[in-house]
Nanobody, 125 residues
Framework: QVQLVESGGGLVQEGDSLRLSCVAS????????MAWFRQAPGKEREIVAV????????DYVDSVKGRFIISRDNAESTVLLQMNSLKPEDTGVYYC??????????????????WGQGTQVTVSS
């Protein structure tokens, strides 16, 4: 059973940066595609960024391209989300998720069967 624990959320001003961290407690971490999702109040959960098991491929939702960077350290079983130039619309609960599925299905939320508890990110204007 994979367990994911996120940290790094908080309250920041527009234009600030935050770095989210997700630590996985599983030996097979290096075989899993990892993603960050977020859910804003009153909205559906959306995928924000995803990284392949090797770290060689990444993908982002259009609204964060050029501002967010996803990375991973397989030796430390950790995936990071560096968030720069934050905007109020980035506010939400951010979740780390793991998938053992194919990269082609990386944007399908049903492929992710393990989730963290979430960390709150609030960006004030």
């Amino acid at each position: 059973q994979v367990q994911l624990v996120e940290s790094g959320g908080g309250l920041v001003q527009e234009g600030d940066s935050l770095r989210l961290s997700c630590v996985a407690s599983v030996r097979s971490f290096r075989t899993l595609n990892m993603a960050w999702f977020r859910q804003a109040p009153g909205k559906e959960r959306e995928i924000v960024a995803v990284i392949s098991w090797s770290g060689s491929m990444t993908d982002y939702v259009d609204s964060v391209k050029g501002r967010f960077i996803i990375s991973r350290d397989n030796a430390e079983s950790t995936v990071l989300l560096q968030m720069n130039s934050l905007k109020p619309e980035d506010t939400g609960v951010y979740y780390c998720a793991a998938s053992g599925g194919a990269w082609l299905r990386r944007l399908d939320s049903t492929e992710y069967n393990t989730w963290g508890q979430g960390t709150q990110v609030t960006v004030s204007s």
